[in-house]
């Protein structure tokens, strides 16, 4: 085998490769990354298609099914929770709801709130931590104070509170979509940091790089370097890290609504089904298996796609 | 431990064959209140052990507040008054303990006069006297120093600006007007207003003797002095007491106590599945909180015959109801009120409750333990599962034919509320009433929340979910605190979450002038009517609790009184 890819390689080395191209090149043999990808993008396609869906394989999410709970006991009737090809996860104790639909529905809300969240905290960290690393001096001391105090922030104690006192009708906003909103905001803006630490790093050793100091004799000004000659060649850090810092997101809003502090019921979240089950894992296992399950491969999928994406782009870092 | 064993498997034997001897538990659990004692026996000796999965609130009797605690105490104090240690209904009548007879009222139900028996003494052996009584009732006036007891004397009592035996000027610090003891074996108690069902008030734990010698305020719950038929052994707070029998009482004076164990043991602060678990494998004798089993040692036992057959259903003087908030339009207007109460699905409400195990779907307010409390049901629908076309038919009558929306509100540390929450909306969505779920924090419910009349209405809580238990069986015990418009406070913290009607306030208080008890319970049913005609309240369920008697358990039985198993007459083979 190492014969044979030596051969091919000798085969194409006349032709120049672009940083994309070996990235990809990289990415394509690290298998675990790939099937994490895999994982990742049929996760998003089943949060988009999710109607659909349950429309073919489940029942409506909301739906009550009291026949398929045992009256006495509260129990799905049948084997672990009731598993059945019309029921694929069984059903939920006390209302019969079909935990397929249920998880199904609830990775829109993992997804949704944990993409959004790390965009804000992306645009951010990049924004701050950028112009923290180029500039320097007080602006760097300013911004890298703000950061440890962000990060000193006890986050959860704070998400719970602020939820909790934030009104039904806030911002123009009522029901889910203010709960979603108000999510998105605690998480993003609460971890930027993270990458504005990375990129503040990555910034401040780029400044001294012979091109910027050829970019500046130039003429160029600082909001052209910035855009022009810094970003692109932050873009391989960023796009790892936030890939990193979905799974982190993911479980951050399961604790959330694990706590009660997230979406409201009857909407379906993985955490909040996850706390539901609590009382019932003895007698109705599958009420808490499917949720869990749903969240361990999620976060796993997403941290074996941003590591392979890592060592793809920076195989120093390895 | 060698010797453990074969005493249990001897006991587990000796139940075989009081089973097979024709002994009452067969079947699925005992509907409570059938009235019949399991393992009866006058057997004495051995230990009883008890676990409680939280703290005792006091041991003191001027401070404590609950069913469980009120039940237990009878056995190292003695009240003037005492339910009868009897099963089903006749557990809720009231009988004479430290008194020779219930109270004699005179002056309009405004004076109530108890004479005391003779030769009862404490556990040191000094006589028990009326001034003991007396000042036991004083210091539990005092909710700075005992705050966790009901405040019913604080209330009714002619107190005269009087507020604690330990600020009273009078030397023997029996300085209130409002108790008179003419003699050492009568006492007499003066009210403010009438109050006929004042027996109620003297079977609190506040009316058992406390020795003045012998107070410590605060930490005389440390050492309870013993009127009853035992008394402390150790006490370490918060974590277990034992008891051992009391030598000074005397059999002679009491006609209703038959203690059969020599000790007793409580473990405090115990984690609930494992206290359901502990019981289960004879670990030990009995969950003192009488709540029942958790819901998943509920399925362990439900599910394998040996184990149902040692378990009693407590039919619970505790109502599980949503209020329906006049606040809140459109249910200022009583045709959507009823709607309400006609969409529901009642037997969804029942299932979020646990099922049959759980509770009986109720159609009014008074639980049916209640003696006198009479079912009827003014909005019938097929197996109720709720009527839709009569729902849209209150419907067009309120002016919303296409429905509406509102809020519903529970205590987010509730699981069986939010269950209940949910299918309430499912429910009512049939007749196109679409509710919004909120959940607020149990801590602050009805300070902050639903019991603040203006935020519930600024924040549309239409339908709020809600139960209430009786302090004691009875339609005062019950009702009071949450029919009553004039105890509705603009401050919130109320209990009333909405029922407002000057006919029920008028009613209430021609009860209380009422000394005959039948007449009484005829006005009890007269509220509870005009509460559902009103339409204020979707009744959902009366609970139950499923209780479990290990086999060596003898002379069990429910009490309507307390709504668990009676604690004075209990046993155990085990020795």
Same mark, same amino acid.
Request: charged share 20%; hydrophobic share 40%; proline share 7%.
């Given at each position: 085998?190492p014969?044979?890819s030596?051969q091919?390689?000798a085969?194409?080395?006349?032709q ?10 990289r990415l394509?043999?690290d298998r675990?990354a790939?099937? *994490?990808?895999?994982?990742?993008i ?9 109607p659909v869906i349950?429309?073919?394989?489940? =029942?409506?999410?909301?739906?009550? =099914? ?5 009256p006495e006991l509260?129990v799905p009737r049948? =084997?672990?929770?009731?598993?059945s +090809? ?7 104790p ?5 935990v397929?639909?249920?998880?199904v529905? /609830? ?9 959004a969240?790390t ?10 931590g950028v112009?923290? *690393? ?11 104070r703000?950061m ?5 922030? +006890?986050?959860?104690?704070f ?8 009104p039904?009708r806030a911002?123009g ?19 930027? +940091?993270?990458?504005?630490?990375i990129?503040? *790093?990555?910034?401040?050793?780029l ?15 600082? +909001? ?7 970003l ?12 990193l ?9 399961a ?16 955490g ?6 609590? =009382?019932?894992?003895?007698?109705a296992?599958n ?7 749903a969240?361990?491969?999620?976060v ?7 590591? /392979?994406?890592r060592d793809?782009?920076?195989p120093?870092?390895? | 431990m060698?010797t453990?064993? $074969?005493a ?5 034997l000796?139940?075989l064959l009081?089973?097979?001897?024709g002994? $009452?538990?067969t079947?699925?659990p ?18 009883l052990?008890?676990?409680?999965s ?9 401070d ?6 009120w ?8 009240a003037?008054v005492?339910?009868?240690?009897a099963?089903?209904?006749q ?6 303990d430290?008194a020779?007879s ?16 003779? !030769?009862?003494r404490f556990e ?10 007396k000042?036991?009732?004083e210091?539990s006036?005092d909710?700075?120093t005992f $705050?966790?007891g009901p ?10 600006g ?13 300085g209130?007007?409002?108790i ?5 074996r ?10 006929s !069902?004042?027996d ?7 009316t ?8 410590t305020g ?7 002095v013993?009127?009853g $038929?035992y008394k ?19 059999p002679?004076t009491d006609p209703?106590r038959r203690p059969?164990?020599?000790r007793i ?8 599945? &494992?206290?359901?678990?502990r ?6 004798d009995?969950a ?5 089993v958790?819901?998943s040692a509920q399925?362990?036992i ?16 505790r109502?599980?109801?949503?209020a329906l908030?006049?606040d809140?339009a459109p249910?200022?207007?009583i045709?959507c ?6 969409a ?13 195990t759980g509770?009986e ?5 008074l639980?049916p333990?209640?003696?006198?409390a009479k ?6 629908s097929?197996?109720?599962t709720?009527?839709?076309a009569?729902?849209r &038919?209150?419907?067009?009558?309120c002016?919303a034919?296409?429905g ?8 987010a540390?509730?699981?069986k509320e ?8 499912q429910?009512?969505?049939r007749?196109g ?15 902050l929340?639903?019991?603040?009349p ?5 924040? &549309? ?19 009071a605190?949450?029919?009553?418009s004039?105890?509705i406070?603009a401050?919130g913290?109320n ?9 029920i ?7 209380l ?11 009890w049913?007269g ?9 204020f309240?979707l009744p959902?369920?009366?609970a139950? !609790?499923?209780?479990?008697r ?9 009490s ?7 604690y004075l ?5 085990r020795?």
């Amino acid at each position: 085998m190492p014969g044979m890819s030596e051969q091919g390689r000798a085969a194409t080395a006349i032709q120049g490769r672009s940083l994309r191209q070996i990235a990809w090149r990289r990415l394509k043999r690290d298998r675990v990354a790939l099937a *994490g990808g895999g994982v990742v993008i049929t996760l998003i396609l089943v949060a988009i298609f999710a109607p659909v869906i349950v429309a073919i394989l489940g =029942h409506p999410p909301l739906e009550f =099914h009291y026949d398929k709970v045992d009256p006495e006991l509260q129990v799905p009737r049948g =084997h672990f929770g009731g598993i059945s +090809p019309d029921f694929l996860f069984g059903a939920e104790p006390v209302n019969g709801r079909d935990v397929f639909s249920r998880v199904v529905y /609830g990775s829109r809300i993992s997804l949704l709130i944990a993409f959004a969240a790390t965009m804000l905290s992306v645009l951010l960290g990049t924004v701050l931590g950028v112009i923290s *690393g180029y500039f320097g001096g007080w602006v760097d001391t300013l911004i890298s104070r703000t950061m440890d105090v962000f990060l000193a922030f +006890p986050l959860l104690l704070f998400a719970i509170a602020l939820a909790g006192v934030v009104p039904d009708r806030a911002f123009g906003l009522t029901g889910d979509t203010l709960r979603i909103t108000l999510m998105v905001f605690i998480i993003g803006f609460f971890s930027w +940091p993270y990458i504005g630490r990375i990129v503040r *790093g990555q910034a401040l050793s780029l400044r001294e790089r012979e091109f910027i100091d050829a970019a500046r004799s130039l003429g160029a000004r600082s +909001p052209r370097i910035l855009c022009t000659e810094m970003l692109p060649n932050l873009a391989a850090p960023i796009l790892v890290y936030s890939t990193l810092l979905i799974p982190t997101n993911i479980l951050f809003e399961a604790a959330l609504s694990f706590l009660g502090v997230g979406v409201r019921a009857p909407t379906p979240t993985w955490g909040g089904m996850l706390s539901e089950a609590t =009382h019932w894992f003895q007698i109705a296992p599958n009420f808490m298996l499917f949720p869990g399950l749903a969240i361990f491969v999620t976060v796993l999928a997403f941290n074996l796609f941003g590591d /392979g994406l890592r060592d793809a782009l920076d195989p120093r870092s390895r | 431990m060698g010797t453990k064993r $074969p005493a249990a498997a001897l006991a587990a034997l000796a139940a075989l064959l009081l089973a097979a001897c024709g002994g $009452p538990s067969t079947g699925g659990p005992d509907r409570g209140t059938s009235g019949g004692i399991h393992n009866p026996s006058d057997a004495k000796g051995g230990t009883l052990r008890y676990a409680d999965s939280g703290d005792w609130d006091s041991l003191d009797p001027a401070d404590t507040y609950y069913a469980y605690t009120w039940n237990f105490a009878r056995l190292y104090g003695r009240a003037l008054v005492m339910f009868k240690p009897a099963p089903g209904a006749q557990g809720a009548t009231l009988v004479p303990d430290l008194a020779e007879s219930l109270g004699r009222s005179s002056d309009g139900a405004k004076t109530w006069t108890y004479t005391l028996r003779p !030769g009862v003494r404490f556990e040191d052996g000094s006589p028990v006297t009326s001034k003991d009584v007396k000042y036991a009732v004083e210091r539990s006036l005092d909710k700075t120093t005992f $705050p966790n007891g009901p405040t019913y004397f604080n209330d009714l009592l002619d107190l005269q600006g009087y507020t604690s035996p330990y600020a009273d000027p009078d030397p023997d610090k029996l300085g209130l007007k409002a108790i008179e003891t003419p003699d050492d074996r009568t006492i007499v108690f003066h009210l403010r207003k009438a109050f006929s !069902g004042f027996d109620y008030l003297a079977q609190i734990p506040a009316t058992m003797p406390v020795p003045r010698a012998k107070d410590t305020g605060s930490k005389y719950k440390e050492h309870v002095v013993s009127t009853g $038929p035992y008394k402390f052994q150790t006490n370490e707070l918060g974590k277990r007491f034992t008891m051992v029998r009391n030598p000074e009482w005397d059999p002679a004076t009491d006609p209703n106590r038959r203690p059969l164990p020599d000790r007793i043991t409580v473990d405090l602060n115990v984690n609930a599945d &494992d206290v359901d678990n502990r019981l289960i494998s004879g670990d030990l004798d009995v969950a003192i909180e009488g709540a029942g089993v958790g819901p998943s040692a509920q399925g362990r036992i439900l599910a394998y015959q040996g184990l149902r057959a040692n378990t009693d259903s407590a039919s619970v003087a505790r109502l599980w109801y949503t209020a329906l908030n006049p606040d809140v339009a459109p249910l200022d207007n009583i045709h959507c009120r009823k709607a309400v109460l006609y969409a529901a699905d009642r037997t969804g409400y029942q299932r979020a409750y646990g099922g049959g195990t759980g509770g009986e779907i109720a159609t009014n307010l008074l639980p049916p333990v209640i003696p006198g409390a009479k079912r009827f049901d003014l909005y019938p629908s097929p197996k109720h599962t709720g009527d839709i076309a009569k729902a849209r &038919d209150e419907l067009a009558q309120c002016g919303a034919p296409n429905g509406f929306t509102t809020g519903i509100s529970y205590r987010a540390e509730r699981p069986k509320e939010k269950a209940a929450a949910e299918a309430l909306q499912q429910s009512l969505a049939r007749a196109g009433i679409k509710l919004e779920i909120k959940p607020y924090p149990l801590g602050d419910y009805t300070r902050l929340y639903a019991g603040k009349p203006d935020y519930a209405k600024a924040n &549309d809580l239409g339908l709020i979910v809600y139960g209430w238990g009786a302090d004691w069986p009875d339609g005062y015990g019950f009702l009071a605190q949450i029919v009553d418009s004039r105890v509705i406070r603009a401050t919130g913290g109320n209990t009333n979450l909405g029922i407002r009607d000057p006919a029920i306030d008028q009613m209430l208080d021609q009860a209380l002038l009422t000394t005959d008890t039948a007449a009484r319970e005829q006005i009890w049913q007269g509220i509870d009517r005009k509460v559902m005609e009103d339409a204020f309240v979707l009744p959902g369920v009366w609970a139950r !609790g499923l209780l479990y008697r290990p086999p060596n358990l003898t002379n069990v039985f429910i009490s309507d009184g307390f709504q668990m198993y009676d604690y004075l007459p209990l046993g155990t083979t085990r020795r």
